[in-house]
Nanobody, 119 residues
Framework: QLVESGGGSVQAGGSLTLFCEGS????????MAWFRQAPGREREGVAL???????IYADSVKGRFTITQANAETTLYLQMNSLKAEDTAMYYC????????????????WGQGTQVTVS
């Protein structure tokens, strides 16, 4: 089970940190990622970390968002700075062992999400 938290309402230019905890982090997975979904839009990948430590970001968040994980790999974080109105969405964390995960594919397990609203 994946449990996200840390969402909320913030003014444009502000910051939020999202948290994701789950038993699936108990061992190293090929990819751990954050996705988001705005009303009327498809879910999109935001940031991911591969098991070799490399990180990949969507162009829309590069330089503003940072994905990290706790050393014990039981918690995944998303630090979001310089937030914009277009960042408003439900944010989900997820994990995958698919060979497609580095290209945002192969994600099947989702938490309940945490809402981020930027005004």
């Amino acid at each position: 089970q994946l449990v996200e938290s840390g969402g909320g309402s913030v003014q444009a230019g502000g910051s939020l940190t999202l948290f994701c905890e789950g038993s699936r982090f108990a061992y190293r997975r090929r990819c751990m990622a954050w996705f988001r979904q705005a009303p009327g839009r498809e879910r999109e990948g935001v940031a991911l970390v591969l098991n070799d430590g490399r990180t990949i970001y969507a162009d829309s968040v590069k330089g503003r968002f940072t994905i990290t994980q706790a050393n014990a790999e039981t918690t995944l974080y998303l630090q979001m700075n310089s937030l914009k109105a277009e960042d408003t969405a439900m944010y989900y964390c997820t994990v995958s062992d698919s060979f497609l995960c580095g290209n945002w594919g192969g994600y099947k397990d989702w938490g309940q999400g945490t809402q981020v609203t930027v005004s």
